[in-house]
């Protein structure tokens, strides 16, 4: 009764107008930015740590890391995986839309965690859209509001859901007991919490890239193997995206395929929910322009790269056809370059990802709860460290249900700042910049000199 319940209310919030508010909104960025999304030169160089920074803040390429660390999760291997059971091949297609649209979304995101951040005595920084909504908008309870979804969401969706997903494939793979994954899984986290400061950053700064890089490596071998499936399953993708294909059954199939693209889009890369601003707002970048381009290339890891490649394998593999789902169709598709040891490599890659998922969730919540309560630090970290440890024993159904539900809520809160603060958002294009500096150049130029006077000495 009660998941019924939490499934009604889940998919009431995130219906078609949560998810045609997200897209709308990126759209309209899309259009006032002039498309930044094809400014690859800038996205792909703006994590260079040029600048210099304090004891206390992270380099771009931590926050970076961290970032990624909080959406590169099971969400994008076991959610793309869910996404072509329910959606068809078609839903890839519409994933890419949801990405495109979100990343001038996540620009204007990065742009406020720095325009509306706070930097401490001790040269530390703070920041999150909590702040834009209070500093910005004057809105102190929608401010709290959001602060307190997103603390929720982080003991749902960032902790037990989590390492729920890391034990499960454990215990399938290795029969590893649940308590032990949830007790080493607690381990790690209060270490990245109770540590010293910035050792989680150094942490996944360690550890993300070098996971993110195995997986993209170990996805690309199986599509090179069925290399010549590759042309047939681009076009299955673009047909089905449409409602070409026979089996989508016309209208059916494509608005299948449009909500559950949309969808996996949105929770594989947060954009439109600002969950990673603090993250981004401890960095040491001072330019919110820079710092949209960074939140760009997220997008583009995490679902350009790893949730495309994961599905590629999948439909190139014939994996797809199998009956399979979620983390036991990604398994399948592996079986045909690394035999029956892939599924102990899922199972590792899963759980490092959402350990990893875990971790950077740790530093989002932690930031929300600084909001609230400047002095519940210490219970925020003892409440997080035990839900990751619950979440290994405990079923997840009612969890995964109530997480959507936070996580849909932020949306508004975040649209608001969004919309409401449009004019404070700018992007200034390497063309548009130079012809400016000409300009101001050539009326520099015409400009009358006013004679110097001449001192007395003269």
Request: some cysteine; glycine content about 10%; overall charge positive.
């Amino acid at each position: 009764m009660l998941n019924d319940i939490l499934v009604f209310i889940s998919d009431s919030v995130w219906g078609l107008p949560t998810v045609a508010l997200i897209v709308g909104v990126g759209g309209f960025y899309t259009l006032k930015l002039r498309a930044p999304q094809f400014r690859l030169k800038r996205i792909f160089t703006s994590w260079r740590d040029d600048s210099r920074r304090g004891k206390n803040t992270a380099s771009p390429f931590q926050a970076l890391s961290t970032a990624l660390a909080a959406t590169v999760g099971t969400g994008s291997v076991t959610g793309v995986a869910t996404a072509l059971t329910l959606g068809g091949p078609g839903a890839i297609f519409w994933l890419w839309v949801s990405a495109f649209f979100g990343m001038a979304t996540s620009y204007a995101e990065g742009y406020l965690s720095i325009k509306y951040r706070r930097v401490l005595p001790d040269g530390s920084r703070k920041g999150g859209i909590w702040y834009a909504l209070k500093d910005g908008l004057g809105a102190r309870r929608t401010a709290a509001a959001y602060a307190l979804f997103c603390v929720l969401a982080s003991f749902g969706m960032g902790s037990m859901a989590q390492t729920n997903s890391a034990a499960e494939a454990l215990f399938g793979e290795f029969s590893l007991p649940k308590p032990i994954c949830g007790i080493a899984a607690a381990a790690l986290i209060a270490c990245c919490m109770f540590g010293s400061d910035g050792f989680a950053c150094r942490l996944c700064e360690r550890t993300v890239p070098l996971l993110a890089g195995l997986y993209v490596a170990g996805a690309a071998a199986v599509i090179a193997a069925n290399y010549t499936a590759l042309p047939s399953v681009l076009g299955e993708i673009f047909r089905g995206a449409f409602g070409i294909r026979q089996a989508a059954g016309g209208i059916t199939g494509f608005a299948a395929a449009v909500s559950v693209g949309f969808r996996r889009g949105v929770f594989s890369n947060e954009a439109g929910l600002g969950t990673t601003a603090p993250v981004h707002a401890s960095s040491s970048v001072n330019d919110p322009e820079r710092q949209g381009m960074m939140n760009m290339l997220e997008i583009i890891i995490d679902t350009f790269v790893i949730c495309t490649l994961t599905a590629l394998a999948i439909l190139c593999s014939g994996a797809y056809s199998g009956g399979s789902d979620g983390a036991e169709l990604v398994a399948e598709s592996a079986k045909m370059v690394f035999g029956e040891f892939s599924g102990k490599l899922v199972a590792v890659a899963t759980a490092g990802f959402a350990i990893a998922t875990s971790v950077g969730w740790s530093q989002i919540g932690l930031a929300a709860a600084d909001f609230l309560l400047p002095k519940g630090k210490t219970p925020y970290k003892a409440a997080f460290i035990l839900s990751a440890f619950l979440g290994t024993v405990f079923g997840m159904k009612a969890v995964w249900l109530l997480s959507d539900v936070f996580n849909g809520l932020m949306v508004i809160p975040c649209m608001c700042a969004l919309i409401l603060l449009q004019r404070q958002i700018r992007f200034t294009s390497d063309r548009l910049s130079r012809s400016r500096e000409c300009r101001a150049r050539s009326r520099e130029a015409l400009e009358p000199r006013t004679p110097r006077e001449k001192s007395p000495a003269e």
